[in-house]
């Protein structure tokens, strides 16, 4: 596991083994982060302990080309 840190405004970030952050919690609300093979971020939920058990309704989405660039946010919808 990676590292935890506090901010002394009450925000907790904790770290991969890789340095990402993979969540944050202030005031008991939790915000989790997943990445790719290559380090981007793909994936930011709202309440929730990681990506993959958010609410489509909780998650927004990155979209990324073969070199890097990022060419989609898709925010949380209702539906999916």
């Known amino acids: 596991a990676g590292d935890t840190t ?3 405004n009450g925000l907790t970030s904790v770290y ?3 340095n990402r952050l993979i969540q944050t919690t202030r005031g008991g609300a939790t915000t989790a982060y997943a990445h790719n093979a290559f380090g981007e ?5 709202s309440n929730a302990a990681n990506c ?3 609410q489509p309704s ?23």
């Not at 971020?41 to 939920?45: G, I, P, S």
Request: charged content about 30%.
């Open 6 to 8: 506090k901010d002394g």
């Open 41 to 45: 971020r793909v994936c930011k939920a």
């Open 58 to 80: 909780a998650r927004t989405e990155y979209l990324y080309t073969d070199d890097g660039q990022l060419v989609g946010e898709y925010p949380p919808t209702a539906t999916d």
């Open 52 to 54: 993959a058990a958010a």
């Open 16 to 18: 991969s083994a890789r």
